[in-house]
């Protein structure tokens, strides 16, 4: 994975070998079938891909294939300049903006990792389909 500021974005790419694994790890195709993430913009979006290889963006929560976004990724990935304060750390609302939570920096931002920011994810789109009374997706897959 490479990351780093792009413009105004921060990004983080899957190298091509982790796209399937992360792929799996935040349940995109139960979400979006026939697509895959490639890395994440802004910590709050997902950037995936479609089996065309054409790039969007979509909310980390709720990912609806309603709030895909075209997305242009920057040809260079080594034009991303480094922030070594943000390496390895994914920021997160505690209690998602779409389930009411203050989208301003404040109480309800914590950093997580990336694992827990797998686990958060696949939790917070459970429960978002379960509320709109969509199939979920068990626990552990």
Known sequence: M???WHGENYLMLFDEAEVASASDRYAIAQCLPGYEVIGLRGWDDFI???SVGEAYSVP???IVPEHLSPFSLPRARSG?????RF?????WYAKPVVFGGDPSLGENVIWVSHEEHAQLVRYWNNLYRWVKGQPTTPVGQ
């Open 2 to 4: 490479i990351e780093g």
């Open 48 to 50: 995936v891909r479609n």
């Open 60 to 62: 980390t929560v709720p």
């Open 80 to 84: 991303l300049r480094a922030d070594e």
């Open 87 to 91: 390496q390895g750390k994914i920021k």
